[in-house]
Nanobody, 127 residues
């Protein structure tokens, strides 16, 4: 099992930046597929950025390409999400998620295939 704790959310204006952190209770590299999901009011949970096991690839949803960057600090068991040029449509609760079962890349963005979830952190972007 792994426990996940997010931090770094907040309120910014359009064009601003935030960096989200997801601290894991144990090493995740090579053991878990790690992901950031988000859920806006009235909408389904959406896979934003996903890192395959052991650096097997990275997925970015189209709406964040060129603006969001994911990285891992393996020494600190932390997953980071740098979000630049934020837009009002990025407003949502952002969740860190992990799963240890290998999946084909076309399934990475399915929330149902993740076992471990953090509590979420709110990101609000005002125009």
């Amino acid at each position: 099992q792994v426990q996940l704790v997010e931090s770094g959310g907040g309120s910014v204006q359009t064009g601003g930046s935030l960096r989200l952190s997801c601290a894991a209770s144990r090493p995740t590299y090579g053991r878990y597929r790690m992901a950031w999901f988000r859920q806006a009011p009235g909408k389904e949970r959406e896979g934003v950025v996903i890192v395959g096991m052991g650096g097997s690839g990275t997925y970015y949803t189209d709406s964040v390409k060129g603006r969001f960057t994911i990285s891992q600090d393996n020494a600190k068991n932390t997953l980071l999400l740098q979000m630049n040029n934020l837009k009002p449509e990025d407003t949502a609760i952002y969740y860190c998620a992990a799963d240890e079962k290998p999946q084909s890349r076309d399934k990475w963005s399915r929330p149902s295939l993740y076992t471990y979830w953090g509590q979420g952190t709110q990101v609000t972007v005002s125009s």
